[in-house]
């Protein structure tokens, strides 16, 4: 139903900045919220950031808040995660994820997800 495709990963020094993209496509979909999550060597998956689709609610982790920002590009259906002032700790793999339908909490419930982006942040 939805195919989602990050971008934007690379390699960059502690205090940089990088600009991750994802791209959904499909035949026919729906979207109610959009979010980043990461997951470095050894650790669980963890939320980073998540948008309601339609009128831009965003949500943080506490370990972002301040230095990403999450938007959205609802024409081209393309999400977006601007990351400033990196630190080594923010190095892992970057995921898109995508939920068609409502539920209790916003951060969470994805359903569709992409197959990652790699952030890797020198010290």
């Known amino acids: 139903q939805v195919q989602l495709a990050e971008s934007g990963g690379g390699l960059v020094q502690a205090g940089g900045s990088l600009r991750l993209s994802c791209a959904a496509s499909?035949?026919?979909?729906?979207?109610?919220?959009m979010a980043w999550f990461r997951q470095a060597p050894g650790k669980e998956r963890e939320f980073v950031a998540a948008?309601?689709?339609?009128?831009?609610?965003?949500y943080y982790a506490d370990s972002i808040k301040g230095r990403f920002t999450i938007s959205r590009d609802n024409a081209k259906n393309t999400l977006h995660l601007q990351m400033n002032s990196l630190k080594p700790e923010d190095t892992a793999v970057y995921y898109c994820a995508h939920k068609a339908g409502v539920t209790p909490e916003v951060t969470t419930g994805f359903g569709s997800w992409g197959q990652g982006t790699q952030v890797t942040v020198s010290s």
């Open positions: 499909g035949r026919s979909f729906r979207t109610y919220a």
């Open positions: 948008t309601k689709w339609i009128g831009g609610s965003t």
